[in-house]
């Protein structure tokens, strides 16, 4: 079977041996067999439909802002949706329409120009928004469950379009029921009325607390673990365990934030993996908790 062929309709956002190390913020990882930029949500659907028709496995990625690919890459094909699909309006006084490949502080910015709060700490979340849902992601007692009004995604099996109300979503800690064959293409989120001042105040507050307790302008893909129940934060457990200062290769654990691991230059995909269970295991053995992982580990 020549794929090429079969898929020469969208060839200028079809490619094959694409690099995932560019699509990752740990600047880690092996090669895409095929990599699909999709431009709209017809072309979208339309694409799906062929690669359904030659069993062709398609995987999903966002800002890749908590994503690890493995060294060996990924089978099939890898899907990032296009610029078409960012964009923040406003649909209605208080409500923003977004769309899935916006990244989170371009919402929060724009929430703050047009004097909308309760967005605020969207500015301190790396990534998208597609994935910020999926995710549940959230900090400072704020996450996306308590601004969402509802979501618009692609279903892969049936081929159309849905909106998912955020009554028929099941929200967790960093998790939601949404199942992987949904490809979330918009949300809409509510905001708060209030003082431009007072909110962009708050926004850089949040900017500020965040600088102070996490690494930037490093390799890392974000908080590694989640943080368990009972109030127990995964970097204490890891402190705890004696981690801080744990090596593989060239993946290492950040200095400023114990739940951030770093690709230091050279570090291979399997050294971070293997970091990640190192610190599973000690913290197992001297605290009794299984750490659960916070990033998505994606590939062969």
Same mark, same amino acid.
């Given at each position: 079977?020549?794929?090429?062929?079969?898929?020469?309709?969208?060839?200028?956002?079809?490619?094959?041996?694409?690099?995932?190390?560019?699509?990752?913020?740990?600047?880690?990882?092996?090669?895409?067999?095929?990599?699909?930029?999709?431009?709209?949500?017809?072309?979208?659907?339309?694409? #799906?439909?062929?690669?359904?028709?030659?069993?062709?496995?398609?995987?999903?990625?966002?800002?890749?802002?908590?994503?690890?690919?493995?060294?060996?890459?990924?089978?099939?094909?890898?899907?990032?949706?296009?610029?078409?699909?960012?964009? =923040?309006? #406003?649909?209605?006084?208080?409500? #923003?329409?977004?769309?899935?490949?916006?990244?989170? +502080?371009?919402?929060?910015?724009?929430?703050?120009?047009?004097?909308? !709060?309760?967005?605020?700490?969207? =500015?301190?979340?790396? !990534?998208?928004?597609?994935?910020?849902?999926?995710?549940?992601?959230?900090?400072?007692?704020?996450?996306? =469950?308590?601004?969402?009004?509802?979501?618009?995604?692609?279903?892969?099996?049936?081929?159309?379009?849905?909106?998912?109300?955020?009554?028929?979503?099941?929200?967790?800690?960093?998790?939601?029921?949404?199942?992987?064959?949904?490809?979330?293409?918009?949300?809409?989120?509510?905001?708060?009325?209030?003082?431009?001042?007072?909110?962009?105040?708050?926004?850089?507050?949040?900017?500020?607390?965040?600088?102070?307790?996490?690494?930037?302008?490093?390799?890392?893909?974000?908080?590694?673990?989640?943080?368990?129940?009972?109030?127990?934060?995964?970097?204490?457990?890891?402190?705890?365990?004696?981690?801080?200062?744990?090596?593989?290769?060239?993946?290492?654990?950040?200095?400023?934030?114990?739940?951030?691991?770093?690709?230091?230059?050279?570090?291979?995909?399997?050294?971070?993996?293997?970091?990640? +269970?190192?610190?599973? +295991?000690?913290?197992?053995?001297?605290?009794?908790?299984?750490?659960?992982?916070?990033?998505?580990?994606?590939?062969?």
């Amino acid at each position: 079977m020549n794929l090429d062929d079969s898929f020469k309709k969208f060839q200028d956002s079809f490619t094959k041996d694409v690099k995932l190390s560019n699509y990752s913020w740990f600047n880690l990882g092996g090669n895409a067999e095929y990599f699909y930029k999709a431009n709209d949500k017809e072309q979208l659907i339309e694409f #799906l439909a062929k690669a359904k028709s030659k069993n062709l496995k398609t995987t999903i990625i966002g800002a890749g802002s908590n994503t690890l690919f493995r060294d060996n890459g990924v089978k099939g094909v890898v899907i990032k949706l296009g610029n078409n699909f960012s964009y =923040s309006k #406003l649909d209605d006084k208080n409500i #923003l329409q977004v769309g899935a490949a916006t990244f989170d +502080r371009k919402v929060a910015d724009f929430a703050m120009e047009n004097s909308l !709060g309760n967005l605020e700490f969207l =500015s301190c979340i790396p !990534g998208s928004i597609g994935g910020a849902v999926i995710m549940n992601s959230g900090c400072y007692n704020n996450d996306i =469950s308590k601004v969402l009004i509802s979501v618009n995604a692609i279903d892969k099996n049936k081929l159309s379009e849905i909106e998912i109300k955020k009554e028929d979503i099941k929200f967790s800690y960093r998790g939601t029921n949404l199942p992987s064959h949904l490809i979330i293409i918009s949300a809409k989120l509510r905001g708060l009325f209030g003082n431009k001042k007072e909110i962009e105040k708050k926004q850089l507050e949040f900017i500020d607390k965040k600088k102070l307790s996490q690494p930037s302008q490093i390799k890392t893909c974000g908080s590694t673990f989640k943080n368990v129940a009972k109030g127990k934060k995964a970097w204490e457990l890891i402190k705890q365990s004696g981690c801080e200062n744990l090596k593989e290769g060239d993946a290492m654990i950040s200095q400023k934030h114990c739940n951030f691991f770093i690709n230091n230059g050279n570090a291979k995909s399997r050294d971070i993996e293997n970091l990640i +269970r190192k610190v599973r +295991r000690k913290v197992l053995e001297k605290t009794g908790v299984n750490l659960e992982l916070e990033i998505k580990i994606i590939g062969e």
